[in-house]
């Protein structure tokens, strides 16, 4: 079993660094294929201005699946977001079926349209720090996402963004 | 005449006054500095809402005029504000965004404001209760009574929103400031409690008065897709566009068709008072407010300027203090889905407007920024904006359209018309 464990915490680490790079590359269709039915996904961030816990954005998988297939319908900022992500904590559930994952995050923005595309074009900057807390479904050999949390410290987000993060 | 050459570009516009501005207001630091001077520093500014306040010694800091300004709750839960400096040593007292008196700081004892450079302390209606080693340092020289903070003029109005003014002569209230464009949205809002339920900040660099404008107009509809799919109708064409005395507006409302945006649903299931189902109504106050009410959650910008090509936006998202947990949780969707910082809306506005500061520099050929749509002041109108800029250019005596030369009033379109066709022998 200790094995087994540390196999699925392995696969567990294995489905957050593929589901940054499907993010990055927006394919969306990865992601959301590595969630399950029942996924739920919410960005928060907690407000010393209002002294209260902020949620951002999230929704379900169907709304999720719903705005990233409307996202040519809307003007965006097309500069990529790319994230550097690192798996501190992943916890198997005694029973096998479920995990939980602290991951820490930074996400770089690299300008490409969204202020003056020939001076600004090219520049790195941080987007965002934070952290995903995410909890998994084990089903047989099948990992998938049950809820993420991406709990920011950033609270500057200027233009925003309309991509999940 | 197809693209133009620099005479062209520079000429005037064949419109009429008033419907279009000189980019030079947009970027101009002399006209910044003005600007607070002759308007930010004399009017009301709502600053917060009174949740952000609910317990006795509470407080919130905040920036007028740049200004530092600090709104505290008293233990008799009237809301004051005071000017966020100490009077011994000019420091600046609370450092934080928001927090309670009710404990103690390092250097200051409970239920006090203190200054923690000296440990100067005030109550929460701005009286100096401590100097420290007085006796010692001002003999009798100087008391507490001599050093008490500045206070400011502050009111809770329309909904529970602190309102502050820098002005102690500004002589009129809030509600005659707001000469009534407030009354489309009061009874919707004073019902009851209202409660914060989103905030967030943007610092933008662009002038303030873009960001007003592009909450001024809804011809920009053509950037959101989620507009256009979910109005563009017959009742949407016909939304009034109203002035008021004071620069400020209010558009008039239609029932927003949410479930023509795909996987998104009616909002029937939840309004606010007095509001029918789906409902939006728009309130942009001068120089910098906007209350912005769609259905189930009410948004408000307020806005900070902090440069000629800066201006930090606040966003809060507000409910009924009464809502079930299932209610907020309703609102808050609704209100994210288009208005938060990942919403489809404010990131579209906020890219237009970044754009907008992109283009106009204080170096830059001049831009003549045209507002001059006419729509028998309906939703694509310009008539806000071009109300805007005339109380604009009262108030700085600077004409809008070329600011290096005195206000003169705007005369009716409808007399601007005629003059035109006299002039052209009509």
């Known amino acids: 079993m200790a094995e087994n464990k540390h196999d699925l915490k392995e696969q567990v680490r294995e489905l957050i660094y593929n589901t940054c790079i499907h993010l990055d590359d927006h394919q969306w269709e990865h992601w959301h294929d590595n969630c399950a039915d029942n996924f739920n996904y919410a960005i928060r961030a907690f407000s010393p201005e209002v002294q209260a816990d902020i949620k951002y954005h999230g929704g379900d998988k169907e709304y999720m699946q719903s705005i990233t297939s409307m996202l040519s319908k809307h003007n965006s900022d097309q500069s990529p977001l790319r994230r550097h992500c690192t798996v501190y904590r992943v916890e198997i559930a005694a029973d096998g079926k479920s995990a939980a994952a602290i991951s820490s995050l930074a996400v770089y923005q690299t300008q490409l349209d969204g202020i003056n595309s020939h001076v600004d074009a090219g520049t790195t900057s941080v987007f965002l720090v934070g952290r995903y807390n995410d909890k998994f479904i084990i089903d047989g050999g099948s990992i998938k996402f049950e809820d993420r949390e991406v709990r920011l410290d950033t609270r500057r987000l200027d233009k925003g963004t309309h991509w999940p993060i | ?426």
């Open chain 2, 1 to 426: 005449m197809s693209s133009r050459n620099h005479d062209q570009w520079n000429a005037t516009p064949d419109l009429q006054q008033g419907e279009w501005v000189d980019s030079k207001i947009y970027s101009d630091e002399e006209i910044f500095e003005d600007e607070l001077k002759k308007i930010w520093s004399k009017t009301w500014i709502p600053v917060c809402h009174e949740s952000e306040l609910k317990e006795a010694y509470s407080f919130r800091t905040m920036t007028v005029a740049r200004e530092p300004v600090i709104v505290v709750r008293g233990k008799d839960m009237v809301v004051r504000a005071f000017l966020n400096v100490c009077p011994h040593r000019g420091n600046m007292i609370e450092r934080r965004p928001s927090g309670n008196y009710k404990r103690g700081t390092p250097s200051g004892t409970p239920k006090t404001m203190t200054c923690m450079f000296h440990a100067w302390s005030f109550d929460m209606k701005g009286k100096c209760v401590n100097i420290s080693r007085k006796a010692e340092g001002y003999q009798d020289r100087l008391n507490e009574s001599q050093v008490g903070l500045r206070e400011l003029k502050c009111e809770v109005y329309f909904g529970g929103f602190v309102w502050v003014s820098l002005n102690d002569d500004i002589g009129i209230t809030v509600e005659e400031f707001a000469a009534g464009s407030l009354d489309v949205l009061a009874p919707s809002l004073n019902q009851e409690p209202l409660e914060v339920f989103h905030y967030h900040k943007a610092i933008i660099p662009c002038n303030y008065k873009l960001w007003h404008d592009t909450n001024c107009e809804f011809y920009h509809d053509y950037l959101h897709y989620h507009n256009r799919i979910t109005g563009f109708n017959e009742a949407y064409f016909a939304r009034k566009n109203s002035g008021f005395d004071g620069g400020h507006i209010n558009v008039g409302s239609f029932e927003v068709q949410y479930d023509n945006y795909e996987g998104s649903h009616s909002r029937e299931e939840l309004s606010f008072p007095h509001l029918p189902p789906n409902h939006w109504y728009m309130i942009d106050m001068f120089p910098g407010v906007n209350f912005n009410l769609r259905g189930s959650a009410l948004r408000c910008d307020l806005m900070t300027p902090l440069g000629p090509n800066s201006v930090m936006i606040e966003f809060r998202g507000l409910g009924l203090a009464s809502d079930s947990k299932k209610d907020r949780q309703t609102r808050i969707d609704h209100h994210n889905s288009i208005w938060g910082p990942f919403g489809r809306n404010l990131h579209e506005d906020l890219l237009a407007v970044t754009g907008q500061g992109s283009s106009m520099h204080p170096m830059a050929e001049s831009r003549k920024i045209l507002h001059g749509r006419h729509e028998n002041e309906t939703i694509h109108d310009e008539n806000g904006m071009r109300h805007y800029y005339e109380e604009w250019g009262k108030l700085l005596n600077r004409s809008p359209s070329n600011p290096d030369e005195k206000f003169k009033p705007y005369p009716a379109f409808k007399e601007q018309e005629a003059q035109r066709a006299a002039a052209a022998g009509k």
